[in-house]
C-alpha cells in the first residue's frame, strides 16, 4: 500500500472517471461485474485502503478485548487477573488510538473536494463539503449454501448453478468498490435490486441458509454482523447514500452545471439515508440508528442549501437592493439549517458518535454563513443608491419582510431614502458580520484537523478581511454615535431542498437465477411435494385435463376417468417438462404444441403440486378451488397478489412497484393472469 501522503496526479477523479467509463461499456454490453481497480492508487482509494486497514484492526482488537473480559471474569487467580487488566488497558489504549485515526480519515473532506472549487477573487466563495466514506464488508462464499439450498429445497442439482453463483459473488465482490461516479451507483443499485431475488429465492420464513453478513460501521469502524438479509441490503444502501455524498463534493461548484449536479447528489444522498431510516429498524451498527441517520438527513439538505446559495450568486448580478436582500436572506438560510445540525449532532445519542471535525466544521459554517447574511445586509444598504420614489414601494415591500425585528430608527420610508441612515444600518450589519466571522475562525482553531485544512482557512480568513475592508470604508472620523445593534435577517429560500427517495426502476435487472423457474411459483417461501413424471397415452377424448395460464402452465380440471386421471394428475398440478423439455417459462400455447406433436408413443409430463399448510388434503382442497371456471383467475390472482406481499417480510427492505413484461426471463411475472380465454381441453 502507498503511504497516504502520496498524491495521485489526478487527486482520484481520472481514475474514478476511467473505472466509469468502463462500467459504462460493461453495462451496455450486459455486464456489470467490475468495480474500480482496487489497486489503482487515487488518493481516494488510497484512503479506502486505510479504512478497510485500520477496520480490520479493530476488528482484531475487539476480539481480543472480549477474549480477556472473559477469561478476566472466569479466573479467580489474583496474578492472572492482574495479567489480563493489564492486556485490556492496552488493548483499550491501541483501540482509542485507533478509533482516532479512523476519525481523522472521516475527516479527510479534501480528498473529495474539486480543486476548481474555490474562488478568492468573487463574492462566490464555496466552502468545503462534508463526504462520507462507505462500509467496508468482508468477502463472503455463498457458493456451498445456495448449491446445498438448491437441492434440497428445489430438487434440482445444485452442480448446475455454480455459473449463477459465481456470477452474483462477482456482483457482490465489485460492488465493494464502485467508483465515484454514475457508473458505480448502478452497480450498488444493481446489487440491490438482486438482494430481493435472492431474498426470494434463497431465505425460507422458517430456515436460515446459515451465512453471516459482516459490515464495518462506517465512522467508528466496529464490526457487525448479522444473518438477517435486511442488514446486507440496509448497508448497500447505505454506502448508495455514501456515494451521492462524495459526487456531491467533487463538483465543480464555481459552476452552474457542477452546482445543479451537486445539489442533485445530496438531494439523493438525503433521500437514501431517510429511506433506510423509514424502513430499517433495530440496526447492529450506529451509523444505520435512526438517530445517526436523522443527522445525515439534515447534514445533506443543509449542504443542498448551501449550494443554493451559491448558485444564486452565480446566477444574480448582485448589484441591485433587492438581490442583496435576497442573497442575505438566503445566507441566513443556510445559517439556520445548519444551526438545525449542529444541534442534532450534539445530542447525546449521537455527539460520542459523531467526529469531532464535523461538529466543528458545522459549526463554524452556522457562525460564517451567518456572518455572510449580515455582510450582504450592510452591501444592499450602503452600495446600492437611496430608493427613488418609483422603487420604494417594492423595496419598502421587501424590506419589511428581511429583518426578524425592525430595527430601531427612523420610518422605513426615511430609512430607505435617507443615504446616512443606510448607512447607519448598514454599518451595524458590518459590526456583527465581523464579529461573526471572528467567531467561525475561533472554532475552527478548537479543531486541530480543520486548521490542518488550509482552504478553509482560506475561505474565513477571505470574508473577514473583506468585512473588515468594507467596514473601514464607510467608518466614518466624525462618527460619534455609538454603532447600533443590527437585528437577525430573517431566513428565506427561493429554492427548498428536496429529499429525493432511490429509485430502483433506474436500474433494469434480471434474475441471475431464472432457470429455477417464475418466481411466484418457485420461491423460497413455497413448498411443494417431490417432482414427478407420469407417461400419457393420448384416448379417444385426448389426455383428459384442461390446461390454463401461462409460466408455468396449470392443469385446471381432470376429467373422472381419462388419461390423466389414472395417471395421477391432480387439479393444481404445474406443468413443468414435457419429454424433457423445460417447460416452466413456456407459454400455454407452446406447451400446447408440445403435447400435439406427440406420436403413439405418448408423452412423458413433469409436474409438482404445491404443498398446503395443512397438507396434501388442503392442497387437494386448494386444487379443486381452481377448478371453477371464472373464479380460478380470481383465485391465481389474488394468491399472486398475497404471495408477493407476504415476501415483504420484516426483514425485506425494499418495497418495489417495479413492472415489466413476462418472458423467459421475466423478475416480476404473476404464474398465470389474463387466463379466462385460454382454457382448453387436451
Known sequence: MMPPEEKSPDGGEEGDRASGLVLLQALKSGSTRKGCDPFAQTQRSKLQHRRARINQQINKEMRMRAGAENLFRATSNHKVKETVALELSYVNSNLQLLKEELEELNSSMDVYQNDRLFSFSSESISVPMIPLGLKETKEL??????????????????????????????????????????????????????????????????????????????????????????????????????????????????????????????????????????????????????????????????????????????????????????????????????????????????????????????????????????????????????????????QEKAFIQFHVTMPEGPSLRVLLQDPEERRKLGKAHLKKAIMKHEEAMRIHGLCKILRKMDILQEVLSFAHKRSLSKYSEIDHEEDFFET???????????????????????????????????????????????????????????????????????????IPGGCAAEAGLKEGDYIISVNGKDCKWSKHAEVVQLLKSTGEEGVEIGVITLQGSEGPKAADKKAAAMSSGSGMLKSNKENSRKSLMNSKSASTLLVWSKKSKRSKKSTYGIPFTAVGDNEAMY
Not at 418466481?519 to 407417461?535: D, I, T
Open 141 to 394: 462464499d455463498l457458493l456451498v449454501p445456495l448449491k446445498d439450498l438448491i437441492s434440497e429445497h428445489y430438487g434440482e442439482e445444485g452442480i448446475l448453478f455454480e455459473k449463477e453463483i459465481k456470477e452474483f459473488m462477482e456482483l457482490r465482490q465489485a460492488m465493494r468498490t464502485p467508483s465515484r461516479n454514475e457508473a458505480g451507483l448502478e452497480l450498488l443499485m444493481e446489487y440491490y435490486n438482486q438482494l430481493y431475488f435472492l431474498d426470494s429465492r434463497f431465505f425460507p420464513p422458517t430456515k436460515s441458509l446459515g451465512v453471516f453478513f459482516h459490515w464495518y460501521d462506517s465512522l467508528t469502524g466496529v464490526p457487525s454482523h448479522q444473518r438477517a438479509l435486511a442488514f446486507e441490503k440496509g448497508s448497500v444502501l447505505f454506502n448508495i447514500g455514501a456515494l451521492h455524498t462524495q459526487i456531491g463534493a467533487r463538483q465543480d461548484r464555481a459552476s452552474l452545471p457542477g452546482l445543479n449536479q451537486a445539489i442533485d447528489a445530496f438531494q439523493k444522498a438525503a433521500g437514501a439515508f431517510n429511506y433506510l431510516k423509514e424502513n430499517f429498524s433495530n440496526a447492529p451498527s450506529l451509523d444505520m440508528s435512526a438517530a445517526s441517520l436523522n443527522m445525515l438527513v439534515r447534514l445533506m439538505v443543509a449542504q443542498v442549501q448551501e449550494c443554493v446559495f451559491e448558485k444564486m450568486t452565480l446566477l444574480r448580478a448582485q448589484h441591485d437592493f433587492l438581490t442583496r436582500l435576497q442573497l442575505a436572506q438566503e445566507a441566513a438560510r443556510v445559517e439556520d439549517v445548519y444551526s438545525l445540525v449542529h444541534q442534532t449532532m450534539t445530542q447525546a445519542h449521537v455527539k460520542d458518535y459523531v467526529p469531532f471535525s464535523w461538529t466543528t466544521m458545522v459549526h463554524v459554517k452556522s457562525e460564517h454563513f451567518k456572518a455572510l447574511s449580515h455582510y450582504f445586509a450592510a452591501i444592499a444598504l450602503c452600495d446600492c443608491p437611496a430608493a427613488s420614489d418609483a422603487e420604494l414601494p417594492e
Open 484 to 558: 447600533g445593534d443590527a437585528p437577525d435577517i430573517h431566513p428565506k429560500t427561493h429554492q427548498k431542498p428536496e429529499i429525493k427517495s432511490p429509485n430502483f426502476s433506474q436500474v433494469k435487472v434480471t434474475d441471475l437465477f431464472h432457470r429455477l423457474g417464475p418466481l411466484s411459483v418457485f420461491s423460497a417461501k413455497n413448498k411443494w411435494y417431490p417432482a414427478r413424471r407420469v407417461h400419457l397415452m393420448r384416448g379417444e377424448n385426448g389426455f383428459g385435463f384442461t390446461l390454463r395460464g401461462d409460466s408455468p402452465v396449470l392443469i385446471a380440471g381432470v
